[in-house]
């Protein structure tokens, strides 16, 4: 489920980009999208800095690279974090666009 808050004159749609990247068009795009590390699994531990987090198993496989392309396609900017987890995809850029 979708959730669109506004904020002065800025939108912000919450929601799964598979259901938002059809229906919307943005300036810009801020995105944390799963990894495929496995980062949600139970390690019964909180040594070192390590955190459980609730739903195991959200994290096992990495999104897709067509999926984050479309995304990134659909917005003027686009910050898609965990960039060391996308580099065989992601080319390097310390500013402007990039293209796909």
């Not at 495929?36 to 390590?50: C, E, F, L, P, Y």
């Not at 198993?57 to 067509?66: F, L, S, V």
Request: proline share 4%; aromatic share 10%; glycine share 8%.
């Amino acid at each position: 489920m979708s959730r669109i808050e506004t904020i002065g004159d800025a939108t912000l749609y919450l929601g799964d980009s598979r259901d938002l990247l059809p229906i919307v068009a943005a300036d810009a795009l801020v995105t944390d999208p799963a990894y495929g590390i496995n980062a949600a699994r139970d390690r019964k531990s909180q040594k070192h800095g390590w955190r459980d987090y609730e739903g195991a198993g959200w994290d096992k496989e990495r999104t897709p690279a067509d999926l984050v392309s479309l995304a990134v396609s659909r917005a003027d900017n686009a910050i898609v974090w965990g960039g060391n987890y996308w580099s065989d995809f992601l080319a390097p850029t310390k500013r402007g666009r990039q293209s796909f």
